[in-house]
């Protein structure tokens, strides 16, 4: 069954940190370019990181130095570390195959009291 399994969602208050993993299976995980997409209440879905199966990454501008996008491709698991969070940084987070095909994770929620 191919299928992406996002935990690590929770409520947190801002400054703090969570590191959210994304279990991939039925998938060949190593060639993946992968990705998290998030979306806050209310609002459109938007890109967060990625990373290619050469291990280069690209975060947006909005959490750059924050957040870090990795891949352990032996245990097919893409994970991205959140620190020092804001209440902005409120939203669903979507783990994402992107190529060679389109897969997505049910996604896990992220508060951020203030």
């Known amino acids: 069954q191919v299928q992406l399994v996002e935990s690590g969602g929770a409520l947190v208050q801002a400054g703090e940190s969570l590191r959210l993993s994304c279990v991939a299976s039925?998938?060949?995980?190593?060639?993946?370019?992968m990705a998290w997409f998030r979306q806050p209440p209310g609002k459109q879905r938007d890109f967060v990181a990625s990373?290619?199966?050469?291990?280069?990454?690209n975060v947006t501008d909005s959490v750059k130095g924050r957040f870090t996008i990795s891949r352990d491709n032996a245990e097919n698991t893409l994970y991205l570390q959140m620190n020092n969070l804001e209440p902005e940084d409120t939203a669903v987070y979507y783990c994402?195959?992107?190529?060679?095909?389109?897969?997505w994770g049910q996604g896990t929620l992220v508060t951020v009291s203030s």
């Open positions: 039925g998938i060949d995980f190593e060639i993946y370019f």
């Open positions: 994402a195959a992107i190529k060679p095909s389109s897969i």
């Open positions: 990373i290619t199966n050469g291990q280069i990454t």
